[in-house]
């Protein structure tokens, strides 16, 4: 249905940028996504919103039911998923307010479902690029004119809700990565295992903790996040129209021969859990 999927992170709970915006119940295997979508448009270009955190932001990072939202949108006919996403920032040179759209992820995560598979059956699925770069390049075409764009980077996922050490802060940044953040794993895994493209606007609210200069407390996260949840609804609502409704990328086909288990295998109940992911391959 080529139909683009929203997840509004931090700050991000308001579909007010859609139009003729309609709630959709959607059952899952996996239990109920953090809010019942809603589906409206973009211009003519139909979109399905789902807060991570569902409304009034009751879930943390932890608590997220990745899978159940992930293959709620799946179901709905998202091919391509959108992610807002509040980070920190572990360089000097990409300063608070900064829009980051990185190109790896680290995981650090340890008490997520990670995966659609397992139960009866297992597939391998590749990993090595784990955000859609044509997705990314549309997005950083229409906000680069406006806002402080840095393109690339590795964003280091944290299992949170809790805030770095000053040590572990400092671990990440001599290991060069970029950003830091609790929310991008397992999404950006998920996404990949039901061939969704998936980026994410990570939107920088602080220096982490190993700058010296400022203290990062709630008070400032949620300040910058106010301040950048318009550059996100304005990046959003330029960059859906533009985006052309075929997909030529490698996620479109990413379950394709990963399948290890014989289907003669696969339990009957697991099967049917999946067919929306892997029937089309049995």
């Given at each position: 249905m080529n139909r683009i999927g929203i997840i509004g992170g931090s700050g991000i709970y308001d579909p007010s940028l859609f139009e003729d915006v309609v709630e959709k119940k959607v059952e899952t295997p996996f239990g109920a996504p953090s809010s019942e979508p809603l589906v409206g448009y973009i211009g003519d270009r139909e979109v399905v919103f789902i807060p991570r955190h569902g409304e009034g932001h009751r879930y943390s990072p932890s608590e997220v039911n990745y899978r159940a939202n992930i293959y709620a949108l799946k179901k709905l006919g998202v091919?391509?998923?959108?992610?807002?996403?509040?980070?920190?920032?572990?360089?000097e040179d990409?300063?608070?307010?900064?829009?980051?759209?990185?190109?790896?992820?680290?995981?650090?995560?340890?008490?997520?479902?990670?995966?659609?598979?397992?139960?009866?059956?297992?597939?391998?699925?590749?990993?090595?690029?784990?955000?859609?770069?044509?997705?990314s390049n549309y997005i950083a075409d229409v906000a680069r004119d406006d806002y402080s764009v840095v393109e690339g980077g590795t964003y280091v996922t944290i299992e949170g809700p809790m805030f770095s050490t000053r040590a572990e802060s400092n671990f990440y940044r001599n290991q060069g990565f970029d950003i830091?953040?609790?929310?991008?794993?397992?999404?950006?895994?998920?996404a990949r295992?039901?061939?969704?493209?998936?980026?994410?606007?990570?939107?920088?609210?602080?220096?982490?903790?190993?700058?010296?200069?400022?203290?990062?407390?709630?008070?400032?996260?949620?300040?910058?996040?106010?301040?950048n949840e318009n550059a996100i609804k304005d990046?959003?609502?330029?960059?859906?129209?533009?985006?052309?409704?075929?997909r030529d990328c490698i996620c479109k086909t990413a379950l394709e021969n990963t399948v290890a288990t014989n289907p003669e295998n696969i339990p009957k109940e697991r099967k049917k859990e999946l067919d929306l992911l892997i029937g089309k391959y049995l």
């Open positions: 091919d391509r998923i959108i992610g807002a996403n509040a980070v920190g920032s572990l360089k990409v300063e608070p307010l900064d829009i980051v759209l990185p190109d790896q992820v680290f995981d650090r995560t340890k008490k997520r479902e990670s995966s659609f598979f397992g139960d009866g059956v297992v597939a391998h699925v590749g990993f090595a690029d784990p955000f859609c770069q044509q997705l830091i953040g609790m929310t991008a794993v397992p999404e950006a895994k998920l295992e039901a061939e969704m493209c998936y980026s994410i606007i990570a939107t920088v609210t602080d220096y982490d903790v190993w700058h010296e200069e400022e203290e990062v407390t709630m008070e400032l996260v949620v300040e910058r996040m106010q301040r990046i959003i609502s330029k960059v859906v129209p533009e985006i052309p409704m075929k």
